[in-house]
């Protein structure tokens, strides 16, 4: 798995966009960025995957540049209930490395 | 909808006790893992199943045993349960084709006392 480092932790108030982002320099060729949304005394839950460009679906919007060493993923008009820590891995999903490995991730507090 | 469940929300036990943990996903997956999750650390896997009766370890197995008799069940045995193993379990699911989209329940927050 490729190693991703990404913000702590960001604050936002209620109705903003939040955009995190995610560094993954060695990320190799057949390797997806996946995001996951943690909220507090629940599983994680899986949000959104993307290869390249932009990938866009009713919870989120994720953004590759053309290198792929980073990843953003944006979070439009967010409200309280978004308050999560979100994070990012990068893998191969056709492999059978099945594992997955999730860092302390990025914890998004949403103030009224 | 995907639906992962496990036994118990909330456990307590003693140091020393035989500590089962319970884990039924109703998609017919044939993944299925457990991890730990701890301040600071992040999830850890401790093992996982890729069918009935086949177990691989995850990055912390020591202190673990799991069981999968059936393909919807996958149970985590402390044998021995001790303090550092007071943490949050979490079970997860997928389908073999989807590495990366794990389908987690709601967790078990275990206290070792």
């Known amino acids: 798995l490729a190693k991703t480092t990404q913000p702590i932790s960001m604050d936002s108030y209620e109705g903003q966009e939040v955009n995190i982002t995610c560094s993954h320099n060695?990320?190799?060729?057949?390797?997806?960025i996946t995001w996951y949304q943690q909220f507090p005394s629940q599983g994680p839950r899986f949000i959104i995957q993307?290869?390249?460009t932009k990938v866009t679906n009713e919870v989120a919007s994720l953004f590759i540049p053309a290198d792929r060493k980073s990843s953003t993923l944006s979070l439009p008009r967010v409200s309280l209930s978004d308050t999560a820590v979100y994070y990012c891995?990068?893998?191969?999903?056709?492999?059978?490395?099945?594992?997955?490995?999730f860092g302390a991730g990025t914890t998004v507090t949403v103030r009224a | 909808d995907v639906k992962v469940t496990q036994s118990s929300r909330y456990l307590v036990k003693r140091t020393g006790e035989k500590v089962f943990l319970e884990c039924v996903q109703d998609?017919?997956?044939?993944?299925m893992f457990w991890y730990r999750q701890d301040p600071g650390l992040g999830l850890r896997l401790i093992y996982f199943?890729?069918?009935?009766?086949?177990?691989e370890k995850g990055d912390i197995p020591e202190g673990y045993s799991v069981s999968r008799e059936k393909k919807e069940r996958f149970s985590l045995i402390l044998e021995s349960a001790s303090t550092n193993q007071t943490s949050m379990y979490l079970c997860?699911?997928?389908?073999?084709?989807?590495?990366?989209?794990?389908?987690f329940g709601p967790g078990t927050r275990l206290t070792v006392t």
């Open positions: 199943s890729y069918d009935v009766k086949m177990k």
């Open positions: 891995l990068v893998g191969d999903r056709g492999s059978n490395d099945y594992k997955l490995s």
């Open positions: 993307g290869y390249k």
């Open positions: 997860a699911s997928n389908s073999g084709t989807l590495s990366y989209e794990q389908y």
């Open positions: 060695n990320i190799a060729t057949n390797d997806y």
């Open positions: 998609m017919d997956h044939e993944n």
